[in-house]
């Protein structure tokens, strides 16, 4: 219950920071980075995504949480690089390690759904699904940190 409600709070105040970051433009502005209603929507897309993980990952749905790390992955790469986005150099270097946890914990995912049938005395796959996909939430909520400006993203 204490976890839903945590989950409800994160959901709202981050829904409330893209919000209030998306009226203007992003305050990714300084060196390295332009700012534009771009990268709020880049930010917006990542904490869609991030979001989507947790419910998957919460429900055990080892093919839906693949699929959003597979969507996941050419927006890190676009912001890593830089190609689509002028972003600060921190944001770059927070997608960069977005994009490698987004690789392992999709390694993780695969091995998973590998050994599903052979399961026996491990732990729930919930449990498993939300330990393999951590250090990856992390880093998404970073990622929409540093896209947004500095503004505060919970990390639920």
Not at 44 to 49: F, L, P, T
Not at 71 to 91: C, F, H, N, S, W
Not at 135 to 140: A, C, I, M, N, T
Request: net charge neutral; aromatic share 2%; hydrophobic share 45%.
């Amino acid at each position: 219950m204490r976890s839903q409600l945590r989950r409800a709070l994160t959901i709202f105040v981050t829904a409330a920071s893209v919000t209030l970051a998306g009226t203007g433009v992003a305050a990714a502005g300084g060196p390295g980075g332009s700012g534009s209603s771009s990268t709020t929507s880049a930010a917006a897309e990542i904490q869609a995504k991030r979001d989507a993980l947790v419910s998957r990952a919460d429900s055990g749905d080892i093919s839906g949480t693949r699929a959003t790390l597979d969507e996941l992955a050419p927006v890190l790469t676009d912001l890593a690089q830089g190609k689509r986005y002028m972003i600060q150099a921190q944001a770059k270097e927070s997608a960069a390690t977005a994009r490698q946890d987004n690789v392992e914990a999709r390694k993780g995912v695969d091995e998973l759904a590998a050994q599903v049938e052979n399961r026996a005395g491990l732990p729930p796959v919930t449990t498993l699904l939300n330990a393999l996909l951590q250090r990856l939430l992390v880093s998404l909520s970073s990622l929409v940190n540093d896209l947004l400006g500095g503004l505060p993203v919970p990390v639920g």
